[in-house]
């Protein structure tokens, strides 16, 4: 064991090693600012330039590049409400409104120290709890999977914004949008109009660049405003350092978010847009000021972004050990093991054990050379978005209709971004949940899925099992906590009074 | 009892619900039908009490949003007519992409836009071709991914 440590160290701390992951990093990183991309398309994209170089090489660029795109998606997401990939969609909630208020240096400095030492911790927790995460792994089946992806869903209500009526409705709208296109089960075609672009249904990265992106600059040119941010103040490394303390100010809401991200990681097919959600909605309902949750504060930026990088290290893990990808760019990780003549899976462990030290510590060394970079970088990135709407309103659309395109490749994905883009627009200008209706697009197809493969394998009461009961009490805890509270706060002291 | 800008948002919520309650019963097998007519009736129901609700309480209260003085200080007309003129130009700028492709139609938009606005020829003319060089060395070459040619040059 101890031997394998060392190659693994020895390979990673090499010259050579280290400028090939600075690169990696930087693409990654650049990567992950621009919208519609994202880590899942980078990776695609890369792996015919990788599969010729030996396996230790080719798996360590894929791994480092892709642990630090989420790092670059949470940058664009905080500066420009354009979340760079899915998975930061939860960050733009309060990231935004952070620096529309002139603090887009702290908020990024705050994301990308969440990000990597959310990133960093876990990958030595994934070393340390391989005999857990098997059980942990086995125990989930499709009945606990669709509870699973109920808690997430349920969580819709705690995004709903002012009004609850509207919050729910967006967030049903939501699902009812993940539901159009073709489904597999049946073999039906669902809400298509009749158009072949909607058999395959919508992207999410077609959605976020719609419904905040497009409509966020709508919005700010309706408005008259001159630049993204309404102050000019000048942001200093010191903003980005405040917001790196503010993770240690609030050092509980980012190991929250680690714990619910790595776990939501090492469980698969849940994806990393659940766990950043799940995490910033626990942040907001453990949180004494849950009202503020929205408006831009930092502890909205930590929890999902801590959650988000978290998630890696689980994932890698369940796709090494057992051979079940923890998410659809871990599909695409086996793949590549499979192309440098690695088979994921128990063996692995046993027979290559010095290759997964090398690509778990992998993610742990890119995340701190990510999280340097994007610190030091962080004062002058949010400097940009100052700069005035004339010129920044068409090198983003140009951005905005590029990821559309490139996303599937088609027009028609940028026709769909500026219908959601207009969507988008009024709801906001109707003071409609944006954020619920994006969680309920990510998660209702997933739940359908579940729940109709667990009423095929275990029948009608599918729902009756330990794990399923105690996840299902979880969120009823969750609706009815609030309602507890208020009752033995305000109405029993008052009777006990009377 | 008015129908204005909310309301009618909420009214096409509400028949958004309704054509997808009608479009699920049509499908053949309950495994299709089942999640998609129960969302469609939650989404049908929330919006109807919504409505009810705007048309209720008077929609003049109900549109007052977020309390931004600034924004309520810009006439409505104003507003529509500075969307009118972004809406315009975003479609405008998609219509290029579709006919001539990314790499004429971006920087021609890029450079008329800037000059719309009253820029100088040289910074317009620059940003232009910075914009077009990130976006085609990004992806053209960087992933390889190929940008759309445009349908007057082959492209589909």
């Known amino acids: 064991m101890l031997e394998a440590y060392g190659q693994a160290l020895s390979f990673l701390l090499s010259p050579m090693t280290l400028l090939l992951m600075l690169g990696a990093v930087i693409i990654g990183l650049i990567i992950g600012i621009i919208p519609g991309i994202g880590g899942l398309i980078g990776v695609a994209l890369f792996l015919p330039l990788v599969f010729r170089m030996p396996a230790e090489t080719a798996l360590t660029f894929l791994i480092t590049f892709h642990a630090v795109t989420m790092t670059g998606g949470s940058i664009s997401a905080i500066l420009v409400n354009v979340p760079g990939t899915g998975a930061n969609a939860a960050t733009l909630l309060d990231g935004f409104p952070m620096n529309q208020k002139g603090e887009g240096a702290r908020a990024v400095g705050a994301a990308v120290t969440a990000s990597t030492f959310g990133g960093l911790v876990p990958c030595f927790l994934a070393l340390a709890m391989i005999p857990l995460v098997y059980r942990l792994v086995i125990a989930f089946r499709s009945p606990e999977m669709a509870m699973l992806v109920l808690l997430g869903i349920s969580f819709i209500a705690v995004l709903t914004g002012r009004s609850k009526t509207r919050g729910l409705a967006s967030g049903t709208l939501g699902v009812l949008i993940s539901l159009i296109g073709f489904q597999n089960v049946t073999g039906t075609y669902r809400f298509t109009l009749g158009s072949e672009f909607l058999y395959s249904g919508l992207e999410i990265v077609a959605m976020a660049l719609g419904l905040f992106g497009l409509a966020e600059l709508f919005d700010v040119l309706m408005k008259g405003h001159t630049s993204i941010t309404s102050t000019t103040s000048k942001q200093s490394l010191a903003d980005a350092l405040q917001g790196a303390l503010d993770v240690w100010r609030h050092k509980w809401v980012w190991l929250q978010g680690t714990i619910i991200g790595y776990i939501i990681g090492v469980i698969p097919g849940v994806g990393a847009e659940t766990g950043t959600f799940v995490a910033y909605g626990q942040a907001k309902k453990t949180s004494k000021h849950p009202e503020l949750f929205g408006t831009g504060i930092v502890e909205g930026i930590i929890a999902p972004e801590s959650a988000n990088n978290a998630k890696e290290s689980g994932a890698l893990l369940t796709t090494m050990a057992f051979g079940i990808p923890g998410s659809a760019i871990f599909a695409l990780f086996m793949g590549a093991f499979l192309m440098v003549g690695v088979i994921p899976g128990p063996r692995m462990l046993v027979d290559h054990l010095p290759l997964a030290l090398i690509m778990i510590l992998g993610i742990a060394l890119a995340n701190l050379i990510g999280g340097i970079i994007s610190l030091l970088a962080a004062p002058y990135l949010a400097r940009a978005t100052s700069v005035h709407i004339d010129f920044l309103f068409p090198i983003i659309l140009c951005l905005i209709i590029t990821g559309g395109y490139i996303v599937r490749n088609t027009m028609m994905n940028v026709v769909a971004v500026i219908i959601l883009g207009l969507l988008g627009l009024l709801m906001k200008r109707y003071d409609f949940s944006r954020p619920a209706m994006l969680l309920g697009f990510v998660l209702g197809q997933l739940f359908e899925n579940y729940v109709l493969l667990s009423y095929q394998v275990s029948g009608p009461l599918f729902f009756v099992t330990p794990i399923s009961m105690a996840l299902f009490a979880f969120i009823v805890l969750l609706f009815v906590y609030p309602l507890l509270k208020k009752f033995f706060r305000h109405w029993l002291p008052r009777r006990v009074r009377a | ?156």
């Open chain 2, 1 to 156: 009892m008015r129908f204005e800008g909310r309301a009618y948002f909420i009214l096409f919520l509400v028949v958004v619900g309704l054509y997808c309650i009608i479009s699920s019963l049509a499908f053949a097998r309950v495994q299709a039908k089942a999640i998609p007519l129960a969302v469609a009736s939650l989404v049908f129901i929330l919006a109807t009490m919504e409505l009810v609700r705007v048309l209720r309480t008077g929609n003049q209260a109900a549109t007052r949003v977020k309390a931004e003085p600034k924004e309520d200080s810009i006439a409505l007309n104003t507003q529509l007519r500075r969307f009118g003129l972004a809406l315009a130009w975003v479609v405008g700028f998609s219509l290029g992409v579709y006919l001539v492709g990314f790499v004429i139609a971006m920087p021609v938009f890029v450079f008329s836009y800037l000059k719309s606005k009253g820029r100088g020829w040289l910074i317009s003319a620059v940003l232009a071709v910075l914009t077009i060089a990130l976006i085609y060395g990004m992806f053209q070459i960087g992933l390889r991914s190929s940008l759309y040619r445009g349908i007057l040059f082959g492209g589909r």
